[in-house]
Structure formats: C-alpha cells, structure tokens
C-alpha cells in the first residue's frame, strides 16, 4: 500500500489544515496508498509534492492563511512545482476573481461565485460521468457550494453542468466546488495523485463504496 513516485519528487500530499473536512481527504489518500499529512506550518510546505485545500468555510480558512502566517510559504511551495487541489473553499481561495470579493491566493484563472445555490439547506448529491476522470459516473456532494462561472483560455473545464462548471483544472491546480472526500469514490484523488507524478498503487476497484462509510475518517481523527 505505498505510492511509487517519479524521480526526484516528494511523495507526499500534504492538506491544509486549518479548518474543513481534513480527516476526510487523509482517508482518502490512505486508501489509495498515498502518503499524506497534515499542513499547518511554514517549514511543512517543503517537499511535497501536492497540497489539498479542502472544503470548509473560505473567509475563515483565507482569515487563518494570514493569522498563521503562510500564505507565503504556500505560494514559494508552489513556485517549485507544488500541484494544488482545492475542494469547494478550497477552489474559492485559488480562484483568481471571486464575484464581489477580493480574491486570496490568486492561482488559477476562474471566476467563482460564493454560496451560488443557496443557502446549508440547498445542499445536494447528483452524479456525472467525467471521461478524463472516471469511466464510470462519479457521485458529487454539494454543501453551499460556490459556482465556476468562466474560466481563462489556459484552464482546461472537467465538468459542466446547466450554467456553471463544477470542475477544471490549469497545469498545476485543480478545482471542483464539490466533495469527493464525502464519498466513497477515490477517484479524484487519484487523478490528482497522478498531476502530483505519484502512481497510486491501490486498485481502485478494490476500495467499492461498500467498504467505506461516511464517517470512516474519525478513526484518523482519533488517534490524532
Ligand atoms: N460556502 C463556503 C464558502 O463560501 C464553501 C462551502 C464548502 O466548502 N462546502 O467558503
């Protein structure tokens, strides 16, 4: 259950840890056989090779970015070749416009709009088949989610649903405004493995839905 990497590259995929749904990518990554851990403080950025943001609250994770005081060693990481995933708040801090707000980190090219279904309540769960992901359709988790309503000519769209792109990806970041990490799919994580130059070595048929549950994380959480 360890991941090979490329030459050279870290084999770590570290998640911001400050505040969301962090246990929840850890067990992800564990079940895919990537070594992942824990981001908290500057020195930590060194030598990985990706950094999960997840989702939670943005203007309570950008608060804590400056209160910790990392947003630089977050963006030097990057500088050296750190691919980034943002989950839902995590794709809103990544964004380059955010309708109405200033942006924070500023890495890729998308305009995003904050809360775009409405409010907790409007919260949802649909599937959709992304070929570049998945041959199979994958199930998405949406918690006051925000909306991707353009996307610069360098950022490629992985899914599209009636007026808003839900998932897309430049050279280096990749985004979706809803939660792989609340489902039993790995498939994201795998793909972002994979950007990462790692090579999950977990045969992802072998992780079925049927052998997780929603709240497996907490055993991570535990013993913490
Ligand atoms: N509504 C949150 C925000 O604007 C994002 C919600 C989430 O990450 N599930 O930051």
């Known amino acids: 259950m360890v991941a090979t990497r490329k030459k050279n590259n870290p084999d770590i995929i570290g998640v911001l840890d400050l505040q969301g749904g962090v246990y929840e990518h850890l067990d992800h990554l564990q079940r895919l056989g990537i070594a992942g851990r824990k981001v908290k403080r500057g020195v930590e950025f060194n030598n990985l090779a990706g950094l999960i943001i997840p989702g939670g609250e943005s203007s309570c994770i950008s608060r804590l970015l400056n ?15 750190m691919k980034i995933w943002g989950t839902c708040a995590g ?4 964004a380059t416009k955010v309708v109405g707000e200033t942006p924070c980190l500023g890495l890729i090219d ?29 199930p998405l988790t949406f918690i006051r989610a925000p909306k991707i309503v353009n996307v ?13 792109i839900a998932a897309a990806e430049s050279e280096n970041i990749l985004v979706t405004v809803f939660h792989p990490e609340l489902t039993g799919s790995l498939e994201f994580h795998r793909y972002f493995a994979v950007k990462c130059g790692l090579n999950p070595t977990v ?5 079925s839905d049927r052998q997780w549950n929603y709240c497996s994380w907490t055993r991570l959480a535990r013993s913490a």
């Open 110 to 138: 998308i305009e995003i709009s904050r809360n775009s279904f409405g409010s907790q309540l409007d919260s949802f769960k649909s599937e959709a088949r992304i070929p570049q992901v998945a041959e199979q359709p994958i």
């Open 91 to 94: 794709a809103i801090l990544l």
């Open 203 to 207: 045969n992802i048929k072998s992780c």
């Open 67 to 81: 209160i910790f005081e990392i947003k630089e060693p977050l963006l030097n990481a990057y500088g050296r070749g």
């Open 152 to 164: 610069g000519k360098d950022v490629k769209v992985l899914l599209k649903v009636d007026d808003y």
